[in-house]
């Protein structure tokens, strides 16, 4: 009887660490990084440390659905290169209303999102090959648009969005909370979120209920690309330029982020929450270990060690569940 109050005992720790173990990682390092560094839990660090993972922020939440699709993107990190030189040329204009470089810039993104999710469902490609190649091809078009240079020059008007506050709170951060909740509302209470769970769940199954998969994906894709639009449009008025070599590697960070905060590969699994987590995760950790002056590279074999362990955990929860 003892033995078998033991086992019912480290079942439910074991499952209440897999549920909230996100949660208590993040409570975690932020205590130690507490201690370790009296600047951490400073406002103005706190701030900091938002507006950072913003733009990132942003991106993974787009990431998120499709992740949870079954998909990937990996083009996520030129678009923003070619978001942030296509609203930047227009930016330069100052006789133009600023709305004008923020819809052409969130346009490019949505194409570029649309063309990936037209070419992985009628294409029936797999989206690590379309994507890997739309990267290449939208980095390329950013420099051919930018003419190897950054795009300078911009009218001061287009900086309010990446420098303007909302009652003493950054935009960007305000954005990026916006966009949060959205897609918790997306994922959690439309016939669309729903029906990307059922396809990341069992896409044969999900079809065979009458589910329009292709619709679905290229759906989910447009919006990731959306996203990057808004975020593209962001960078560039932060940095105050349109540069062509921009955001290199963004999309291991979008892909970090979901990961860390308990998206599943296999799909199906995870959600926004889960994702603003970890994208906080990783802004706590970078701010953490640069205030603790420790190297760049270091930096990233810790995140790439996080990477890997979130991924194993993701595993060892999906084979417990089967």
Do not use: W
Request: with cysteine; net charge positive; proline share 2%.
């Amino acid at each position: 009887m003892n033995s078998t109050m033991k086992q019912v005992r480290r079942l439910s720790v074991a499952k209440a660490f897999g549920r909230y173990g996100i949660l208590i990682g993040f409570f975690a390092i932020v205590a130690f990084l507490s201690v370790a560094s009296p600047i951490f839990l400073k406002a103005s660090n706190l701030v900091n440390i938002l507006r950072q993972v913003s733009i990132i922020g942003i991106v993974s939440m787009g990431m998120t659905m499709v992740i949870i699709l079954g998909g990937i993107d990996l083009s996520v990190g030129s678009g923003l290169a070619l978001v942030g030189v296509v609203s930047s040329l227009l930016a330069k204009d100052p006789a133009l209303p600023l709305f004008v470089p923020v819809v052409a810039g969130i346009a490019t993104g949505g194409a570029v999102g649309l063309f990936n999710g037209v070419v992985i469902a009628k294409g029936r490609i797999v989206p690590f090959i379309v994507t890997l190649g739309t990267m290449t091809m939208a980095r390329g078009l950013a420099f051919i648009l930018a003419k190897g240079m950054p795009v300078g020059g911009l009218a001061e008007k287009f900086f309010i969005i990446g420098s303007g506050t909302v009652l003493g709170v950054p935009f960007l951060v305000v954005l990026f909370f916006a966009v949060f909740g959205l897609m918790a509302v997306v994922m959690r209470r439309t016939v669309l979120g729903r029906h990307v769970y059922a396809i990341g769940g069992n896409e044969t199954a999900a079809l065979a209920s009458g589910i329009d998969v292709d619709r679905t994906k290229i759906a989910a894709y447009t919006i990731l690309g959306l996203l990057v639009g808004v975020a593209g449009v962001v960078l560039a008025s932060r940095i105050k330029s349109g540069q062509p070599a921009v955001a290199s590697g963004y999309e291991l960070d979008a892909i970090a982020a979901c990961v860390i905060g308990g998206v599943s590969f296999l799909g199906g699994i995870g959600g926004a929450a889960g994702t603003l987590l970890g994208t906080l995760i990783i802004g706590v950790i970078n701010n953490g270990l640069d205030l603790l002056n420790v190297q760049t590279f270091y930096q990233q074999i810790i995140k790439g060690a996080i990477i890997i362990v979130a991924v194993l955990m993701d595993r060892k929860r999906s084979a417990g569940s089967s």
